[in-house]
């Protein structure tokens, strides 16, 4: 266990579903991040939060929408979703972003999507 | 149709060789480097990172080498054990705020 965990594991929706994607970090961190693992393509950063502030977004499309309402919770909320945005949506957070020793990204273990 | 995934080379090792994973990175300018390990259904696990300020770092049965002259990073696993199996993520840090660009993987197979 890494500290990160993730909700749900498992989630198929349709596209004209809303959803919502849930991480929780119970190490204190200060920044989390959001990525998507796809089979075509190699893991890619969609957002960063540092401090509850949004301070990167990997030019993902607007039906992503993330949250972080505090420094421990992260959620990614999904609508009108296509079916090639199907993948494993990981976090991640970090101690801070670039200071020596505390800028370690530890994952969750994912939801796998689905989009029908 | 079948969908066409990432082609990932497979390092097959007999149990108790050693491993060497190699990554080749992109940008001269990257200041950090790091290995991930994932395993089927998990996500990735931190395994060993290292500054572009250092050439090599160890950690239990784990070395990781960087060679900045031509951008090349390098995992060296110790006495590879059947646990070792997974895919293996090279990452550098590259510019805005600690934003990792992820490699491909390899897939590392351990056979008895």
């Known amino acids: 266990e890494t500290g990160v965990t993730q909700t749900p594991r498992h989630l198929v929706m349709g596209m004209t579903n809303k959803k919502s994607l849930k991480c929780e970090q119970h190490l204190g961190h200060n920044a989390m991040y959001w990525y998507k693992q796809s089979a075509k393509k190699p893991l890619e950063l969609m957002f960063v939060?540092?401090?509850?502030?949004?301070?990167e977004n990997n030019s993902v499309p607007s039906r992503f929408s993330p949250e972080c309402p505090n420094s421990s919770h992260l959620f990614l909320h999904l609508h009108t979703l296509q079916p090639e945005d199907s993948a494993l949506y990981l976090c991640?957070?970090?101690?801070?972003?670039?200071?020596?020793?505390?800028?370690?990204?530890?994952f969750g273990p994912g939801t796998r999507l689905t989009v029908l | 149709g079948e969908s066409v995934g990432l082609h990932l080379p497979t390092l097959s090792v007999q149990e108790g060789d050693n491993s060497i994973i190699n990554c080749a990175y992109s940008n001269s300018a990257s200041d950090y480097f790091i290995w991930y390990k994932q395993e089927s259904g998990k996500g990735p696990q931190f395994i060993i990172d290292?500054?572009?300020?250092?050439d090599k770092r160890q950690g239990q049965r784990v070395t990781v080498l960087l060679n900045k002259t031509v951008k090349h990073l390098s995992l060296q696993i110790a006495a590879t054990q059947p646990g070792d199996s997974a895919v293996y993520f090279c990452?550098?840090?590259?510019?805005?705020?600690?934003?990792?660009?992820f490699g491909a993987g390899t897939r590392l197979a351990v056979h008895p």
């Open positions: 939060y540092s401090l509850e502030e949004r301070v």
């Open positions: 290292i500054r572009s300020n250092m």
């Open positions: 991640a957070s970090s101690l801070g972003l670039v200071h020596q020793g505390a800028d370690t990204q530890y």
């Open positions: 990452a550098e840090r590259s510019g805005g705020y600690n934003k990792l660009i």
